[in-house]
């Protein structure tokens, strides 16, 4: 489509004066083409200008990053104009955005330029990418529940003071997107957020679940805080989130239908609320479990052995041996319950302390015996008594 003369004079002019900061193009939607939407920007990747470009599939995304060589760039757009029978194309300079039509029949094009309204107040430099590349949320595209958490701005650009949260919510979506395949094949999945705080991860999830995966989702989020729940439901409504409701209450008493919830959410909720989350999760046999725990006090309080006396008499090693030793058996519970449990790193330590995460599947696979002694052994050496065993038991 690129051979089109009106086209092609207009990218190489844009192309000849490098001032091509984005585009996006709108696929022909009477055809499927299992396209929804492509878009592109352009990207530093290991000190070398790339032009990244999005495709959008129905129920994925997919990444091509492609080297800033005019002629290669122009030959992908090519490709990629035609493989969605592309209707409009949207062209976005420094100074104005040009959209280019397609007519019905694709056999020629129509140019419309805009002025400088739509178009980014400066020149863009390329954004340090090769650390972002592949995020299911890029920079660049504005999303109404980023900007009303003053993550982004109307253009999408991250807001510097939350580069970090940027970078756990997409780390989040990630481990989301890999456990989407354990997740029940049913018609409407229900989620439960327990500690959702500001719930920045909470609206991600719901981005994620229903408008990149496109499913039906009833995703609830419980929090003690009266005023940050009053501002959650806000902004839900604001967004037209109809089918996230956020709760007032506490973890240990809701009651709210957890047996019939395929996802259980937890995090940093403190101490043994994380706990109580697991708790309510393993009792309902809940299919997926995230869990980032934070400040595990309880089994520094128990925690005491001989052996090990000359760790345990530094307050700070204690408390990490105590923060390590808690998730090591809420890990091991959870496998005695049924579950195929991983340890994984949630964010680099770069960005907070607080990093690891429990991913449980559910499996319902009966304990070995083996494991069950392990544990015995260890809780009987450390001298500790989880509060999870206690209530489990
Ligand atoms: C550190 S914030 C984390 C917020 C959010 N999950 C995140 O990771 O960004 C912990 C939240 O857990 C909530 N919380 C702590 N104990 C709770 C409990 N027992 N029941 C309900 N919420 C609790 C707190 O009110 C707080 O908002």
């Known amino acids: 489509m690129t051979t089109d003369p009106i086209l092609q004079e207009l990218l190489q002019r844009l192309m000849a004066e490098d001032s091509l900061t984005g585009l996006v193009i709108s696929p022909n939607k009477g055809v499927n083409t299992g396209i929804t939407k492509i878009t592109g920007r ?33 030959e992908q757009l090519d490709s990629l104009l035609d493989r969605c029978m592309f209707s409009t194309l949207n062209l976005k300079t420094s100074e104005a955005m040009y959209q280019v039509v397609a007519n019905p029949d694709r056999s020629s094009v129509k140019v419309i330029r805009h002025g400088t309204k739509s178009a980014p107040k ?6 340090a990418h090769n650390r ?22 109307t253009d999408g650009r991250v807001m510097l003071p939350m580069r970090r949260k940027f970078v756990q919510i997409n780390r989040f979506l990630e481990i989301v997107d890999d456990i989407y395949y354990s997740l029940p094949n049913r018609d409407v999945l229900r989620i439960v957020d327990f500690g959702c705080g500001k719930s920045y991860l909470t609206f991600a999830m719901y981005h994620y679940f229903t408008k990149l995966k496109e499913r039906n989702v009833n995703m609830v989020g419980l929090d003690l805080k009266e005023q940050v729940i009053e501002d ?27 047996s019939d919830t395929d996802m259980v959410v937890t995090l940093h909720a403190c101490d043994t609320a994380t706990d109580a989350a697991l708790e309510k999760a393993i009792l309902g046999k809940v299919p997926v479990i ?3 725990p934070c400040c595990q006090h309880e089994l520094n309080g128990q925690v005491s052995n001989e052996t090990m006396a000359p760790l345990l008499r530094y307050g700070l090693l204690k408390e990490r041996f105590a923060s390590l030793l808690t998730d090591a058996l809420r890990a091991r519970i959870l496998e005695l319950c049924g579950y195929k449990v991983d340890i994984i790193e949630f964010v680099d330590m770069e960005h907070t302390p607080k990093n690891l995460m429990i991913k449980a599947i559910y499996t319902g696979e009966p304990p070995s015996p083996h494991k069950r002694r392990e544990y015995d052994t260890l809780v009987a050496e450390m001298q500790v008594h989880p509060w999870l065993e206690r209530v489990l038991r």
Request: glycine share 6%; charged share 20%.
């Open 42 to 74: 352009r990207i530093v990747l290991k000190g070398r200008p790339y032009w990244q470009m999005e495709v959008r599939l129905t129920k994925q995304v997919q990444h091509i990053n492609v080297p800033h060589i005019n002629t290669v760039f122009a």
């Open 132 to 153: 972002t590349k592949n995020y299911i949320i890029p920079e660049g595209q504005p999303l109404d529940f980023l900007q009303q958490l003053g993550v982004m701005d």
């Open 290 to 292: 995230l869990s980032v």
């Open 232 to 258: 959650c439901n806000r902004l839900a409504e604001n967004c037209g989130y109809t089918k996230l409701n956020f709760q007032t209450g506490s973890i240990e008493e809701y009651q709210d239908g957890y």
């Open 122 to 127: 400066a020149p863009q430099e390329p954004e």
